[in-house]
């Protein structure tokens, strides 16, 4: 059952376009509560960069990321999960980007 959820999030995130997939990241990045064995920091910058340069509003405005509700919505179902499931999820966002 718990692998399923891994899936199921796995499957959500291949659906998603590039930009929620780095939106997702920084918001994974950024969060006290996903329990991510990798360097959150270092991860921010790159996403951040990378965001910066495919999306003009994320680099002129300051974003309110609640208003992506697919990223919040994974975001929810990842913090869900125990560490060892949140790090394979992380793992496999941080490679597709």
């Known amino acids: 059952m718990e692998e399923d959820k891994v ?5 959500i995130i291949k659906d998603m376009d590039i ?7 920084i918001c994974l990045s950024t969060s ?3 329990n991510i064995l990798y360097n959150k920091t270092e991860m921010y910058e790159k996403f951040d960069t990378m965001l910066k340069e ?3 509003e ?7 990321f609640a208003k992506y509700k697919l990223v ?9 999960m125990e560490q060892a499931k949140q790090n394979k999820v ?3 966002l941080f490679n597709s980007i």
Do not use: H, P, Q, S
């Open 7 to 11: 899936k199921n999030v796995i499957n």
């Open 19 to 25: 930009k929620d997939k780095i939106r997702l990241g």
């Open 32 to 34: 006290d509560w996903a």
């Open 54 to 56: 495919i999306d003009e």
């Open 58 to 64: 994320y680099r002129t405005t300051l974003i309110n």
């Open 72 to 80: 919040m919505f994974t975001m929810a179902k990842i913090m869900e």
């Open 90 to 92: 992380a793992l496999y």
